[in-house]
Nanobody, 127 residues
Framework: QVQLVESGGGSVQPGGSLRLSCAAS????????MGWFRQAPGKEREGVAG???????RYTDSVKGRFTISKDNAKNTLYLQMNSLKPEDTAMYYC?????????????????????WGQGTQVTVSS
């Protein structure tokens, strides 16, 4: 059974940092492409960052230079390092995975690209 469990969310002041983790089980993690999404109240879920099976990475423009996605295949864990956080980063953050490369169809930033989702972890940025 495939399972994704996020952790690391919390409340921080603007300019602060958080590192989100997503522990995966039940699949060959190295063969999966992965993504981080977020959803603020009243808004659609949006793609934040994606990492393909070959390690290639993409970010949405609003987080470039501040967020870093990484994947540790030995630990079956996906990370999102978030620096210089802003109030507009406040959202529920989700990790997602699919069992093959983005090259086989589907954009990294679309929710329909992914087969598996975690339950989410809340990030609140406020002074």
């Amino acid at each position: 059974q495939v399972q994704l469990v996020e952790s690391g969310g919390g409340s921080v002041q603007p300019g602060g940092s958080l590192r989100l983790s997503c522990a995966a089980s039940g699949w060959p993690f190295s063969s999966y492409s992965m993504g981080w999404f977020r959803q603020a109240p009243g808004k659609e879920r949006e793609g934040v960052a994606g990492i393909d099976t070959d390690g290639s990475i993409r970010y949405t423009d609003s987080v470039k230079g501040r967020f870093t996605i990484s994947k540790d295949n030995a630990k079956n864990t996906l990370y999102l390092q978030m620096n210089s956080l802003k109030p507009e980063d406040t959202a529920m953050y989700y990790c997602a995975g699919r069992p093959h490369s983005f090259r086989y169809g589907g954009a990294w930033s679309q929710t329909t690209t992914y087969a598996y989702w975690g339950q989410g972890t809340q990030v609140t940025v406020s002074s």
